[in-house]
């Protein structure tokens, strides 16, 4: 098995080549992929993915690296609405369960045009590929197959790779290699 470096070094390699960015998996299928890693290895993967966003940025790729964090996303998205204090004396009064649903309603995550695959359609150019980071970050808030399943819906013209801390098998995801999700995924595995 691969060290968590040479599977980085491979996934750099592989969303350089202009197969892997015409966006079409196995039976043409959309590209969406996932690069799982151990969840302790967390600060190593984003320095490599800030390190790999840095190289990109000079343009000599013929692509743009575009890193969404989902957690960033959130707390902007709350901020700009105005709802980030609330959300804190909310939580103290009703607790973190409703906390958690009430910031679901509000970013309408249930919803194919949720406000964060929203944000991530009108920042996304035509020649790019998404790194998706942050799932950590997000539970429970945020669950990866709700991230998926509603950006699968919209955004089909550039590869994304969800970068997940914990296990992906190619059809269930372990977050944190503990919480297992019960959802059926259509994502490829970027790298063993």
Excluded at 22 to 38: C, M, S, T
Excluded at 71 to 91: P, V
């Amino acid at each position: 098995m691969a060290s968590l470096e040479e599977r980085l070094d491979l996934a750099e390699r592989l969303i350089k080549n202009e197969s892997f960015r015409q966006n079409k998996g196995l039976g043409n299928e959309v590209g969406y992929y996932v690069f799982d890693y151990p969840a302790e290895k967390e600060l190593i993967v984003r320095e490599r993915i800030a390190y790999m966003k840095n190289k990109n940025s000079r343009g000599t790729d013929g692509f743009e690296l575009v890193v969404f964090d989902l957690y960033d996303i959130i707390m902007d998205i709350l901020e700009a609405e105005g709802f980030l204090e609330q959300c804190y004396k909310f939580e103290k009064k009703k607790g973190f369960e409703q906390i958690i649903k009430a910031v679901g309603r509000l970013l309408m995550i249930n919803d194919n045009d949720s406000l964060i695959v929203q944000h991530i359609l009108e920042n996304t150019p035509q020649d790019a590929v998404v790194f998706l980071t942050g799932i950590g970050k997000c539970y429970p808030i945020l669950r990866s197959h709700k991230v998926l399943n509603n950006l699968h819906q919209s955004l089909d013209r550039v590869p994304v790779v969800l970068f997940y801390p914990g296990k992906y098998d190619g059809q269930e995801l372990v977050l944190f290699g503990a919480i297992k999700d019960d959802n059926y995924y259509r994502a490829f595995k970027l790298v063993d």
